[in-house]
């Protein structure tokens, strides 16, 4: 049992992009943030983004044993680093999802780090919603509701994580709580880190493109960005969501273009997709506060601001730390489905009902 009051819980996430483990500890009842706490990042090597690209687009099957494991691994080296934590939130990796056939798969089970770590860990957090028709993500809007809160916002705000795949929350920090209507509205935006890390590896061997520097030096093909904005999704009607790799399309369109070129190409659709996005928001927010590895691209951070004409700053500018903000979302998910709250709702999923995800398991003596 979860004492009641405020807890220390230590979240971990292992994102789309695919270069390492963030972990994050936070003090919450659940719904106020009272705090953060330490934090560590554990990279994978070369040779395990390999092994886990290779594994992308795989249904849960028992051939997938080693790559659990290595997963598995990751997570409790850099997690059995913090101590007094009193819950912890495991993602696991995303390898596949697909909310329209009802399934989304995140490999790495959270027993055997449970057993590890001698901690009880919330896991599997995405499936209760994808099975009541919900789109499974994005997660993280109830707890950036919490955060608007936390940084006194009085406005509307958007927080936008790029990972490998970007996503939006739109939060009016005027209601009194995240179950009210007009809250929160969230959506993924459009590819982000992904396409870039692809063609950097393909060209260059190198995992993503430090400081934006290939994009920089080339020039954006708009006609490339004009045929990728024309897909539906755009238009879309949010709650909606996306698999790591669903604009395959892009990274051909881009295939004849130097890396230069290229890079700039994915930078203006990164972008130009969270312009599209902003249209859908009630209102134009006050300040996108741009969270994730995306954010240290000043290509993409430009970009951003002449595709939206936002004021678009880091989320270093409120205090809060751009690289951990996912570890500590599902920590405080965590404590969430440990109390039996919600972590995700119509205007975050589409999910008919407020849906509390999530798997609790207790070490094994
Ligand atoms: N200095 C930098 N210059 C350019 N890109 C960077 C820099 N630092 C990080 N990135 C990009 O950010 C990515 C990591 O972002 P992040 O940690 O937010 O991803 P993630 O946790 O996998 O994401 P998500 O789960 O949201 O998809 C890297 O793979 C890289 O593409
Ligand atoms: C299925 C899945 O893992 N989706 C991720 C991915 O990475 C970013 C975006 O796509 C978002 O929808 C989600 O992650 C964040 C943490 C979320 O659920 O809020």
């Known amino acids: 049992m979860l004492k009641p009051g405020i807890v220390t819980a230590l979240g971990a996430m292992s994102g789309t992009s695919l270069d390492g483990v963030d972990a994050a500890v936070i003090q919450t009842d659940g719904v ?48 059995a680093g913090f101590n007094a934590v009193d819950l912890v939130g495991f993602h696991g990796q995303t390898l596949a999802h697909d909310p329209d056939s009802g399934r989304t798969h995140q490999l790495g ?27 499974g993500a994005p997660l993280a809007p109830f707890f950036h509701f919490a955060l608007a809160k936390y940084i006194k916002a009085d406005a509307p705000v958007a927080f936008l994580n790029l990972g490998g795949v970007g ?21 993924d935006t459009g590819p982000a880190n992904a396409p870039i ?37 755009f238009a879309r009607i949010p709650p909606k969501s996306l698999d790591r790799d669903a604009f395959a399309g892009l990274a051909e369109a881009v295939d ?17 997709s969270v312009a599209r996005a902003l249209e859908h928001c009630p209102t134009r927010p006050e300040r996108l506060l741009v969270a994730g590895g995306g954010r240290k691209n000043p290509a993409i951070m430009q970009a951003l601001y002449y595709a939206t004409q936002c004021r678009v700053v880091p989320v270093e500018d409120v205090g809060l730390d751009g690289d951990m903000l996912e570890a500590q979302a599902f920590a405080y998910l965590a404590v969430r489905v440990a109390r039996g709250l919600p972590t995700s709702s119509p205007s975050t999923t589409g999910v008919s009902a407020h849906v509390g995800g999530g798997t609790l398991s207790q070490p094994r003596a």
Request: charged content about 20%; aromatic content about 8%.
């Open 32 to 79: 106020t943030i009272a705090g953060f706490g330490p934090s560590a990042y554990r990279p994978y090597s070369v040779e395990e983004q390999a092994a886990l690209k290779a594994v992308l687009g795989r249904w849960p099957d028992p051939e997938l044993e080693d790559v659990a494991e290595l997963i598995e691994t990751a997570h409790a080296q850099v997690l």
């Open 109 to 135: 089970d959270g027993q055997v780090l449970a057993d590890v770590l001698e901690c009880p860990v919330v896991w599997d957090f995405r499936s209760a919603d994808v099975q009541m028709g919900g789109q």
């Open 167 to 187: 996503n939006i929350t739109y939060v009016d920090p005027r209601r009194p709580k995240v179950e009210a209507d007009g809250a929160i509205l969230a959506f």
């Open 197 to 233: 890390n692809d063609l950097m590896m393909d060209w260059f061997g190198y995992d993503h493109d430090a400081d934006g520097a290939t994009a920089l030096a080339g020039t954006a093909d708009q006609g490339i960005v004009d045929q990728f904005l024309n897909h539906s999704y």
């Open 256 to 272: 004849g273009l130097g890396p230069e070129d290229a890079a700039a190409t994915l930078v203006a659709a990164c972008a130009q």
